[in-house]
């Protein structure tokens, strides 16, 4: 009802009796709903899940063993029965890049998870507990921090030695300072937050406080720097391996291929093209995805 | 100096989201005398602050609307003016003091700068004549003029608002709308910068609506006073009229709610239900879910503005002849 | 304000130390002999322990590590490349020239593109163009800075010759790897600028301003900018870590003889101290950075320059504030 009927009115009423009944809103079923009429966060996720499933399925999907070498058909330009060619010891590059796939967001997940467990702990110490403990973590994070992230990577795994084990100590250790400096902010925002004090003053106890309402308020931001760190280890990842630190041939990473075929970007270019493209569509889809994830759960943010 | 001002008349202004139509000023129309003051009184979310940015040309752009209606400054309509136009009458013609002066001060220049800078957009004159012009200013504010190179961080919240003030008087402007200026301030700051205000307005001539939810001020400061009630006028006339004898139940509601030493009461009266949604307003009167003196007809007409004498107006049924019979049955 | 600036060089202290720990730490578990790599297969096992008496490995680490801080605090010296035997600083330092280059370049690149779009895209927020600009400036965040050099060079150096893909041998070879590094770092500037304009726009003041009757123009200009600059200008602070890192792929990928380049030839080449010293150095060179873009915001932002005059505890606070804000 209204004193006065504008167009504007009518326009939003006939939309409100297209609408189904209301449902309860939860603040997830929010976030989803703000997710969801964000177009270019749904292509993210779409691009996300075709690639999982082709990780999953790569053995299905990829005509030719990744490191079987055919001597008999190396460096052939795409064709059909290599869609992406062959590289210089003949092995097909779409096998390749399918099995890079799986490689590539397995160690990508081993290093979030990792990096998230590691530098989560030590940030929600801080966020929790706050005083001595907490500057004295977040100084030696600092110590960390000047040194820049992919460097302290490349000089771990120097130490350390070649592989895939090594390389995701290397990112962990590497983004540790950021990764609690994430946590202990979002911790300390919810910390802040009038409810926590209001359920301190009734006398939840400190661990129930932690389980019960810190950790699932935090839970949405930290979704989002997961989402974004499974790009960054990705790009950091291509980027050692692709100058020689971290990971050995024959494993077929993104940046490994790319590797192999820098002797010969001129007379093939395909041998680059086609990781190089993969690397950057799934760091596009996870970044477009986390972006989305980040308006969606924390639309002040934006 | 009778002739009128300013003249709203049937102004309607919606806030329009793809979510919903927010109907924030129904259909009011005042008028205002040169070197009048008029107070408009009402609670948050009445439409008064509306009010006061569509006579400033300021509604939130896409969102805000003019649905109808007219606002005239000096005869000329502001709704048919440019957009450079309306700028050239901002600051000069008309000029506003916002709520909270802790935020209306660019924390990055000095309050020289920013008070010169609305004397360089409006008069022809050099930037030290401006300045000048700012140090002036700040002394007729009570400020000491060799503050003009301090940024606002160094004020106060009271001094803040003489800036504000001092930004808003440097072009003498013949309409000043103060938004609520002193809520954000201490209750003893209040009283001086009310006090500063009224007398410079007397000196400089200037016509003012006082936007305020505090009848104490209005009763101190105002000629004329208008009540408004989910965006209506539901009440206007005179300040004595108003205070010796209102009308509207609402009106009568607001002042039973003050706090008197006089009278020994257990508890404040209060007007019961939420304020109406500005969103969903009934078509009959948007008061009559709340009011105490209600019948019948309440729920079926929505009344119009009453005259009851030269000095005093009323948008209620009960001073009609349709309640009269009703009341005669 | 001097005070500031000496209080923060103490502070850089503990902080410089902490990475020599770990930089130290990272070579003392480093694996192999550095005696046997210096002198090669070659050597016999009596030259091999006489030059590790010489590079002092048989003292206890707590000796090696003082020995190790007294030298570079007393004789700059980051210890000596087991490839040429020739001290680590002394083969840096014409490097870091060249990499201070580049790094510069790309922050210039991506800080004037990264604002312009920001403010484009605030001023013109919702619509197709802020989409369009938030996706594009994405898309080259969210590729590594070195599968962007590869296009780069497929095009400019391989199809079009115009630029060389190797070297920087004249100033063309410095473009691509400014321009891929900075363009890495645009969406951060563009989303800084964008969010933090949006905030300021949406001030008091700025309705103030337009109560004056100032053009919006002039408003966006004068009034909003210079208020959002201030968490931009924080930014280039923290994201030069990020760009050093990134030229340090870069260099390799265009063959430019810089810090970065140096780094991994000797991870390649197992020549730790190469690797530790030039962390150790670049890391210094960081922290200093980071300690005068501190400094220089004071200059931009008047509410602090008062807030560290009368004592610099609350600084942080009002950083913080700031911070929150964008």
């Known amino acids: 009802m209204s004193k006065m009927r504008t167009p504007a009115m009518e326009k939003i009423e006939k939309k409100n009796a297209k609408r189904k009944k209301p449902v309860k809103s939860t603040p997830m079923r929010e976030s989803w709903k703000r997710f969801k009429r964000n177009p270019t966060a749904l292509i993210g996720l779409g691009v996300v899940c075709i690639l999982i499933l082709v990780a999953i399925f790569a053995p299905l999907i990829a005509p030719y063993d990744y490191k079987v070498q055919d001597y008999s058909a190396m460096m052939q330009a795409p064709s059909s029965a290599h869609l992406f060619g062959t590289d210089q010891f003949g092995r097909d590059i779409f096998s390749r890049v399918i099995y890079g796939t799986r490689y590539s967001l397995i160690i990508a997940l081993f290093c979030t998870i990792a990096a998230l467990f590691s530098g989560g702990l030590l940030g929600i110490i801080a966020g929790y507990f706050g005083g001595t403990v907490d500057t004295i973590i977040m100084r030696v994070m600092d110590i960390f921090q000047s040194i820049p992230m992919i460097m302290m990577a490349m000089c771990i795994v120097a130490v350390l030695g070649n592989g895939i084990p090594q390389l995701v100590a290397a990112i962990m250790f590497a983004s540790m300072p950021t990764m609690a400096r994430n946590n202990r902010a979002a911790i300390l925002r919810v910390r802040g937050s009038d409810y926590i004090e209001s359920s301190e003053a009734i006398g939840v106890s400190q661990i129930q406080m932690i389980l019960k309402h810190m950790i699932p308020n935090a839970a949405g931001i930290m979704i989002i720097y997961f989402v974004g760190f499974l790009a960054v280890s990705i790009m950091m990842m291509s980027s050692m391996s692709y100058i020689g630190v971290g990971l050995t041939a024959p494993t077929p990473e993104w940046g490994l291929i790319l590797n192999d075929g820098k002797a010969y970007l001129t007379s093939a270019p395909y041998m680059m093209l086609f990781p190089a493209l993969m690397i950057m569509i799934t760091c596009f889809a996870f970044n477009l995805m986390g972006d989305g994830l980040r308006d969606a759960f924390d639309p002040k943010m934006k | ?329 | 304000m001097l005070k500031y600036i000496v209080k923060r060089i103490l502070y850089l202290i503990p902080i410089l130390f902490g990475v020599s720990i770990i930089i130290f730490g990272l070579k003392t578990f480093t694996p192999g002999d550095p005696a046997r790599q210096i002198l090669g297969n070659s050597a016999s096992e009596a030259q091999v322990q006489e030059k590790r008496e010489e590079l002092g490995l048989n003292d206890p680490v707590p000796v090696q590590y003082f020995n190790y801080v007294k030298g570079i605090v007393t004789e700059g010296d980051f210890g000596v490349s087991y490839r040429t035997g020739k001290p680590v600083l002394e083969e840096i330092a014409p490097r870091l020239l060249t990499s201070a280059k580049i790094t510069l370049g790309a922050v210039l690149i991506g800080a004037v593109i990264g604002v312009l779009l920001g403010i484009i895209s605030a001023l013109k927020k919702y619509t197709w163009v802020d989409s369009g600009v938030l996706v594009i400036s994405m898309f080259f965040q969210s590729v590594p800075e070195f599968v962007v050099a590869l296009v780069l060079i497929m095009i400019f150096a391989v199809n079009l010759h115009i630029l060389p893909a190797n070297g920087i041998e004249s100033w063309t070879g410095y473009i691509m790897p400014m321009l891929c590094i900075g363009l890495s770092s645009v969406a951060s500037y563009t989303r800084i600028t964008r969010s933090s304009m949006l905030e300021v726009l949406g001030e008091d003041y700025i309705r103030t301003a337009r109560a004056k009757g100032q053009s919006e123009k002039n408003i966006t200009y004068h009034h909003a900018l210079r208020n959002a600059m201030i968490p931009v200008a924080q930014s280039v602070g923290t994201s030069l870590g990020n760009t050093i890192g990134g030229g340090m792929v870069l260099e390799t990928v265009f063959g430019v003889p810089g810090v970065g380049k140096y780094i991994v030839d000797s991870i390649a080449q197992r020549n730790y101290p190469s690797v530790l010293g030039g962390a150790l150095i670049i890391a210094i060179v960081l922290t200093l950075i980071n300690l005068l873009v501190d400094v220089s915001f004071v200059l931009i932002d008047p509410r602090l320059k008062t807030t560290i005059i009368s004592g610099g505890k609350t600084k942080k606070k009002k950083m913080k504030k700031i911070n929150a804000a964008a």
């Open chain 2, 1 to 329: 100096m009778s002739e009128n001002m300013l003249n709203v008349e049937n102004l309607v202004i919606h806030y329009e989201t793809d979510e919903e139509v927010v109907e924030a000023v129904n259909n009011i129309s005042f008028r205002l005398k040169k070197g009048e003051v008029l107070g408009l009184v009402g609670e948050t979310g009445a439409g008064k602050t509306t009010t006061a940015l569509g006579i400033m040309g300021l509604l939130p752009p896409k969102v805000g609307h003019v649905i109808q209606g007219k606002i005239e400054l000096d005869g000329e309509n502001l709704f048919d003016k440019s957009e450079r136009e309306m700028r050239n009458i901002r600051g000069k013609k008309i000029s506003m003091i916002f709520q909270d002066p802790m935020t209306a001060l660019n924390p990055v220049k000095t309050v020289g700068e920013q008070i010169a800078e609305v004397v360089l957009l409006h008069s022809r004159c050099s930037k030290v004549e401006a300045l000048k012009r700012a140090q002036d200013m700040l002394a007729m504010v009570g400020i000491v003029p060799e503050r003009y190179k301090d940024y606002p961080h160094q004020f106060s919240g009271g001094m803040k608002q003489r800036i504000v003030i001092a930004i808003a008087l440097a072009c003498e402007p013949e309409l000043l709308i103060a938004d609520e200026p002193t809520t954000a301030l201490d209750v003893t700051i209040q009283a001086q910068i009310l006090d500063m205000m009224r007398s410079l307005q007397k000196k400089q001539g200037t016509s003012m609506i006082l936007i305020t939810h505090d009848l104490g001020v209005v009763a101190e400061m105002c000629d004329h006073c208008a009540v408004m009630y989910a965006g209506e006028l539901v009440e206007y006339g005179t300040v004595e009229e108003i205070f010796d004898n209102p009308k509207h139940p609402y009106t009568k509601a607001l002042y039973q709610s003050i706090p008197s030493l006089d009278k020994d009461v257990d508890r404040l009266h209060v007007v019961p239900g939420m304020v109406t949604d500005p969103s969903n307003l009934p078509e009959y009167c948007s008061f009559a879910d709340r009011c105490e003196a209600k019948c019948d007809l309440c729920e079926k007409a929505d009344p119009k503005m009453i005259r009851l004498n030269e000095e005093h107006c009323v948008k209620c049924l009960q001073y009609t002849k349709e309640w009269e019979g009703k009341i005669n049955e």
